[in-house]
């Protein structure tokens, strides 16, 4: 337990990095929601942290693995992960709006590394470290969503 | 789109939240920790006649309050260390005792009827701090007697010492404790917050 910010400082530093890649995973609405689950599974599983100093790769897994919840409640509940409506007849929308979408729409490690590669600035390894991957797959991972985006962004 | 833009494109957002959303975020978050059972330590600051107080509580009761002379990290990292590091900004939990303590400085309230949590003191430190309780709104005792009521009438420095350290002050009425010869002794918060609290209890009648 020695070594552990007060977890109010770990939301003042984290917080906001942690919202974003909830954003980037599940859209901005839903992130909210996404955040909060995050975050209280960490308050939850905080004193059993045992390296104080990876407190964010930590934070980072949670809400990467509840994201991957969400999408499987998706198949039952669309409003859970932020979806544009099949039914409705496609209107201008924000050129950015429809990147995100896709992301949202690329397979969950491209989906995730694209993410922490861009969305968070990470490095190879740190991306490699949130994963459970090795860097080369991390590496892997960044670059073939990349390319898949570009290819489905030029459809 | 080059991959260029792509990049460009996913570096440029989602914007962290910010402001009133950010704030009301933080606010659920604490609200539902604390419906979960997954808080051990509420903290919320509150303004005082003697400067900004912070004031925090475990499900036991209140476990420390601080005069602004310690800043907040330093007492939110005592805390995280001998207490828990599951610590949120909850200001709704502590409502009563925030109350209770405006009640006293503008002289409505002479007891306090609040749970205490003395998780941060342990033997004979806590007698003596148990021991100031035994002192009434207004009257004072000094380190000997507070000492022999804690059992140990030798004991004047280290009662002294539990004093000087005690971590829920004004609750813990550890300002009502002078030294025998009548000169103020110490305080956690300061000689002026010490002498202020003295003449508050005294009443507007107070002379000095």
């Keep these: ?155 | 789109m080059t991959d260029h833009d792509v990049e460009r494109t996913l570096a440029s957002g989602p914007q962290a939240p910010s402001g009133q959303h950010w704030a009301r975020l933080r606010a659920a978050l604490a609200e539902r920790a604390a419906g979960e059972g997954l808080l051990d330590v509420a903290y919320a600051p509150m303004d005082s006649p003697l400067g900004p107080l912070l004031v925090a509580a475990t499900t036991v009761g209140v476990v420390r309050l601080a005069f602004d002379n310690e800043t907040s990290d330093a007492v939110l990292d005592e805390l995280a260390l001998r207490v828990s590091p599951r610590i949120l900004s909850t200001p709704c939990r502590l409502d009563a005792p925030r109350r209770q303590l405006e009640e006293y400085f503008r002289g409505e309230r002479t007891q306090f009827d609040i749970p205490l949590d003395w998780a941060l003191t342990r033997g004979f430190r806590r007698q003596v701090l148990a021991a100031t309780a035994g002192i009434p709104y207004g009257a004072t005792g000094n380190y000997r007697s507070v000492a022999t009521a804690a059992g140990n009438p030798g004991a004047v420095r280290a009662a002294g010492s539990a004093l000087a350290t005690n971590p829920i002050p004004i609750l813990v009425p550890c300002h009502r404790v002078l030294r025998s010869d009548g000169t103020l002794g110490g305080y956690r918060g300061g000689p002026d917050r010490k002498t202020r609290l003295l003449h508050l209890e005294r009443g507007p009648t107070d002379p000095a």
């Design chain 1, 1 to 155: 337990m020695s070594g552990l910010l007060p977890f109010e400082r770990v939301v003042d530093r984290y917080g906001g990095d942690v919202w974003r890649f909830c954003a980037s995973q599940v859209g901005v609405d839903p992130a909210d929601d996404l955040f909060q689950d995050t975050m209280l599974a960490a308050l939850d599983a905080y004193p059993r942290l045992r390296d104080p100093n990876a407190v964010k790769a930590w934070l980072l897994r949670i809400a990467a693995r509840k994201a991957v919840d969400l999408f499987r409640t998706a198949a039952r509940a669309p409003a859970a992960v932020a979806d544009p409506d099949p039914g409705a007849v496609p209107g201008p929308q924000p050129p950015d709006e429809r990147l995100w979408e896709q992301v949202r729409a690329l397979p969950v490690k491209q989906r995730q590394a694209v993410a922490l590669r861009y969305v968070l600035d990470l490095d190879h390894a740190g991306i490699a470290t949130v994963m459970h991957t090795g860097t080369e797959a991390a590496r892997r991972n960044v670059f073939e969503g990349v390319r898949s985006l570009r290819a489905r962004l030029d459809d």
